[in-house]
């Protein structure tokens, strides 16, 4: 757009967001707190066990399964704001929970309240983004999503460091709540204002959000586009697995999500950064222990200040590329440190560092946002609530078996070879990018829809 503005698009963003910042405040939980809740003044009572964490620490991402589908029903039928409101309400219950008693069943029912919302973290976030963005600033707007979830793994890993068990606890329920008071305020997404018939309303939430008046011809054009989608979307059938599968842009698509979706799940970024602190130590890494952890998620937000910049520039397809042959590199470096490290030849602490820092920060950069940013834009408003949903259900699926086995995986083969399983995983990530991924940048979904159609 040639006139109004953008700041009213990135506020409501930032504010929307600040839900994702509180499920990185609570996956950023574990690792300053598995050393406080295995040690002798654990709050339990006693120091929790082995496999008593791993169920703590993999019982999120199971639950957040549940909390896909959750999402899916509540933004297709009561709003996208109204799912954003209880992600945050199941959020603020979390730390409630943590705060009024310690034990680990109890930790374990936390853990799933964090759970739930985290399903609509990469479900339902990118849809309310992309929905409220104009085209030139829609992929900053989402990459962003992960901007905020790295705020919140570094800013838990920083007070965990720091500050007793209580105050990261009273912590994370304030976030909640300020999450809570601010998403009050924010607008519906025109989509959906559209979708339910509420013109006027849809109109005054485009001119406030594009800065114009509700005259304007630009805004009067984008209406008439979400009216003109809303109304081939219900002449169509009701939309099934099956209808999806029967369209060869939407399969073709679908199977495109798929395959970046299972080698992002299970590359192994998101077992180092929850196992922070246990990677770090089987590294032999011996600077500071603070900043050995803490440099994971500052890497982390540098890398997503790095896809916010270059997301629209660069393109959606070399960004997730690179990321994934950086990230083989680093999984590599990672693996003969191990390797020399469980052979009692431990090499020099810059060189598992750096393993690490590329690895996380290329996560961060690539690997974790496009697929999501692609997955916004792929398809039609008819049917993207419900593909994301099942994506995202896999996709959470996998990550809860990836938490699950890392701990007896990598006892089991040692977690030098574990890293050279995930560096492999990558690396069919890197073919997956350069010989499947369409570029979407730039393309309504007319376009891409063509560009599939063609597989």
């Given at each position: ?13 930032i504010?929307?967001e ?33 496999m008593e ?39 603020a219950?979390c ?8 034990n ?7 853990r799933?309240?964090a759970g ?55 912590f ?27 013109y ?5 939430t485009?001119?406030l ?6 005259n ?25 697995i099956f ?5 060869k842009?939407?399969?073709?698509g679908?199977?495109?999500i798929?395959?970046?979706?299972s ?13 922070a602190?246990s ?14 952890t ?13 896809s ?8 959606r397809?070399?960004i ?9 590199l680093?999984?590599?470096g990672l693996?003969c ?6 052979l ?8 598992p560092a750096v393993?690490i820092v ?13 697929p999501y940013?692609?997955m916004?834009e792929m398809?039609s ?17 996998v990550?809860?078996?990836q938490?699950?086995?890392?701990i ?15 560096s492999?995983i ?18 309504s ?9 063609l597989?």
């Open positions: 757009m040639a006139k109004g503005h953008t700041y009213v698009q990135w506020i409501v963003a504010v929307l600040t839900t994702v910042m509180s499920y990185g405040l609570t996956a950023g939980w574990i690792s300053p707190m598995k050393l406080v809740l295995q040690s002798e003044e654990s709050p339990v009572g006693r120091p929790v066990t082995d964490m791993t169920w703590v620490a993999s019982i999120l991402p199971l639950a957040a399964v549940t909390g896909v589908l959750l999402f899916v029903y509540v933004a297709d039928r009561y709003g996208r704001k109204s799912g954003v409101l209880v992600m945050a309400i199941s959020q219950c730390w409630t929970i943590k705060l009024s008693t310690a680990v069943p109890c930790l374990i029912i936390a799933i309240f739930i919302p985290a399903g609509g973290c990469l479900q339902l976030m990118p849809i309310y983004v992309k929905e409220i963005s104009q085209d030139n600033i829609r992929g900053m707007l989402v990459s962003m999503i992960i901007l905020m979830q790295n705020i919140g793994v570094f800013t838990m890993y920083a007070i965990g460091a720091y500050c007793n068990y209580a105050s990261v606890l009273y994370g329920l304030t976030i909640s709540l300020i999450s809570i008071a601010a998403l009050i305020k924010v607008p519906e997404s025109p989509s959906f204002l559209v979708k339910m018939e509420k006027e309303e849809a109109e005054k485009l001119a959000l594009r800065g114009l008046d509700v304007d011809k630009i805004i009067q054009d984008e209406l008439s586009y979400l009216k003109n989608n809303d109304t081939q979307a219900k002449d169509l059938p009701d939309v099934t209808t999806i599968f029967k369209n842009s939407s399969r073709s679908l199977f495109v798929l395959m970046i979706i080698v992002q799940a299970t590359n192994g970024s998101y077992g180092i950064f929850t196992y602190s990677v770090i130590s089987a590294a032999g890494v011996t600077l500071n222990p603070h900043l050995q803490l440099s994971i998620p500052i890497v982390m937000i540098v890398g997503s200040f790095v916010i910049s270059c997301v629209e520039r660069i393109g397809k070399v997730l590329a690179s990321a994934f042959a950086l990230s083989t680093g999984l590599i693996g440190a191990l390797t020399m490290q469980h009692g030849q431990p090499l020099s602490n810059w060189i393993s590329i690895t996380v920060g290329c996560y961060a950069a690539g690997i974790l946002p496009m940013v692609i916004a398809f408003f008819n049917i993207r609530a419900k593909v994301s949903g099942c994506i995202c259900c896999y996709a959470w699926f990550t809860f078996l938490l699950l086995v890392f007896p995986i990598s006892s089991l083969v040692g977690m030098h070879n574990t890293m050279f399983c995930f492999a990558n690396l069919l990530g890197v073919l997956v990018a350069l010989v499947v991924v369409p570029e979407t940048k730039g393309k979904v007319e376009q891409i829809e063509e560009m599939l159609e597989r």
